[in-house]
């Protein structure tokens, strides 16, 4: 018997409007190569809501000694969620698993045998990102992950499914900090990678799924938001160089210009596209989407449209690097998302 099979592992897969992909989630992890694990579904939809029926017939056909489904009596947030999962923990390693977000069937097993093997408390792998089950990109984690990255890359670990370490160090931290809506996994990212002992490996082992679902944030709240995050690691932006201090205020006017389109707000528009214009770093497409917000002869839908698409062409031309190329995986992913 592998001396590794003998350590549990907990998955917490926090719920909320997931109904349409949980099932695939929970599968993933059952169909895992590892076999000493437990699942802790943490259901954070309101209680007479409709979602939180359609999660509870779901689940009825988990009924199972390692699955775990806990019901908030209300609406918390996802930060909430995965603390109540980390608190009926009982695995020694803890992973999180987003409810539309899986795992390969070697995911666990790899991360256990490496954290043993290099003796290291957190593990990261490629995450491979399907977009409507057809556009594959690849997101490769730096092998050393500190505070400087975190700052300038919101999404270095891919997605808060990545998420893979030792129960014992989630706990030491506090978990995660509920005051946070969004930025969870970078708010607590930013306090692991001063104590995690970080593995990485170039596999892909988690596949992000998205399927024209975006949850898009209000602009208003991203802004208190990015505020509440900077105001908390203050410190670590000081030590950041005059460039890299620019370079993530760009970051967050690049989002902050996306969400004022989203928001049709023309004066946050214009906020975000000056700030943008004066340190040089606009993108073509934004230059282009400022034009045609003001064209009042074309249609504002119309308008997204055309943003969405430029932006997510450009996005893939810079970024995509297809999983196509690995058939068995390939061959999974479409099981999974069931492509023909």
């Not at 926090?14 to 699942?39: C, H």
């Not at 954070?44 to 809501?49: A, G, Q």
């Not at 300038?152 to 997605?159: A, R, Y």
């Amino acid at each position: 018997m592998d001396i590794n099979m003998n350590e549990l592992v907990s998955v917490v897969i926090p719920t909320y409007k997931g109904t349409r992909k949980i099932a695939r989630a929970i599968d993933s992890v059952l169909n895992s190569t590892y076999k000493n694990v437990e699942i802790i579904v943490v259901d954070d939809n309101e209680p007479k809501s409709i979602e939180r029926f359609n999660t509870e017939r779901i689940m009825e056909k988990y009924r199972q000694e390692n699955v775990k489904y806990i019901k908030h009596d209300q609406n918390k947030n996802g930060s909430a969620a995965r603390n109540t999962g980390i608190n009926n923990a009982k695995g020694y390693y803890i992973a999180f698993l987003d409810d539309d977000d899986y795992y390969t069937t070697d995911r666990i097993q790899k991360a256990v045998d490496s954290l043993k093997r290099k003796k290291k408390n957190t593990f990261f792998s490629a995450v491979g990102v399907v977009r409507s089950g057809m556009n594959c990109s690849v997101t490769y984690i730096p092998q050393e992950i500190t505070a400087k990255q975190i700052l300038l890359n919101d999404k270095i670990i891919g997605t808060g499914s990545n998420l893979f370490l030792e129960t014992k160090v989630v706990k030491e931290l506090g978990g995660f900090d509920e005051t946070f809506v969004r930025y969870q996994d970078r708010e607590f990212l930013m306090r692991l990678c001063k104590v995690g002992k970080i593995y990485v490996t170039d596999e892909i082992l988690v596949i992000k799924s998205k399927n024209g679902q975006n949850n898009v944030p209000n602009i208003y709240k991203m802004k208190k938001t990015e505020e509440k995050f900077l105001e908390k690691f203050q410190m670590d932006y000081n030590e950041l160089s005059v460039e890299d201090k620019q370079n993530y205020l760009n970051r967050v006017n690049h989002v902050l210009f996306e969400l004022a389109l989203e928001a049709k707000d023309k004066e946050e528009i214009e906020k975000s596209y000056i700030a943008l214009k004066d340190s040089k770093s606009l993108y073509c497409y934004e230059k282009l989407a400022f034009l045609l917000e003001r064209c009042s002869f074309i249609d504002e839908k119309k308008i997204k449209r055309v943003f969405v698409y430029i932006v997510y062409k450009v996005r893939n031309l810079v970024t995509a690097k297809t999983i196509k190329k690995n058939k068995g995986l390939w061959q999974y992913v479409k099981s999974m998302e069931r492509i023909n």
